[in-house]
Structure formats: structure tokens, C-alpha cells
């Protein structure tokens, strides 16, 4: 069960919550994400969350592995963060979890009482809208704040019009 939100009413602001991995679509949501809370006098809050199956090594090649998944993340949340930041304006609030990327966005949610929105981008492949979508689609009614989808296909110019 999430807890009640808090809004702008409570005292608090509209946070908008993006997925970020490698895939290139990521950067469509996040790039929604922020456009719509520079609009709205809101927040953005970018998700990274590293698998922990990637770790099932030798516990010193295990380290070595966490600190570099680690180092990854941050420095992809950095190159996208640093691009809206220019373009947007906005400082979003950078996140790196361990754990399955469902749970952590649940969980995220669940701490973060002012998160509003959860913000995710198809891919524009042909093999359908890509895994996380998928799972997330399937479960909407799981999640207790609206599930944002914006189509990966969409340009800069098109998302700016849409925020």
C-alpha cells in the first residue's frame, strides 16, 4: 500500500520519476520528465537501478563489479542530468538503487510521498514497447500514481510542444 501523496496543497511539489538505463529511449522520458516539471513548478526525480544478478561472482570480482555498475550509473544520470540542465533548466534529483527495477521504482515511490508521476518511454524497435513498459503496462493498476508513456519516436521539438 503507497502512503497518501503530498501535493502542492500539503506543502509539497509534483515530482516526476524517470527510468534511467541504457537503453536510448530513457533519455525521452527523462527529457518529458523535466520539461513537464519546469511547466508545472514541480520536481524531476531520475531513477537508476542496478541489477543485482550481474554481481553473482567471486566475492573480490563481486566488488570490483558493484563499483563499476556504480560508477556507470552515476555517470549516465550525470550526462543526461547535466543535458536538461542545460536545455531545461531544471536540477533533477539523481537516484542509483540496487535491487529489480520494479521493486525499486515501488519502493522510490513509496519513500518519496511527493513523487506524482512515473514517466517511460516505448522503444522504436519492432519487438514491441520494450521490456520495462511491458512489465509496467501489465502491472499499472499496482502502481498508486498515474504511469506516464511517451513515445520513444518523439523529438525534442515534439516533447517541448507536449510539456
Known sequence: MVSKRIGRHEGGKRKFL????????????????????KASGGGAVFLYVIEPDEFQHWIGVEKIMRAEATAEAESRLSRIAEDLRATVGLEPELVVREGKTEEEIHKLIEADREIAILVLATGDSSDGPGPLVS????????????VTIVPGSLTDEDIESLS
Open 135 to 146: 512489465a509496467v503496462s501489465g502491472r499499472a493498476g499496482g502502481y498508486a500514481i498515474p
Open 18 to 37: 524517470a527510468v534511467i538505463d541504457e537503453t536510448p529511449e530513457c533519455t525521452r522520458a527523462a527529457s518529458y520528465a523535466a520539461r513537464r516539471a
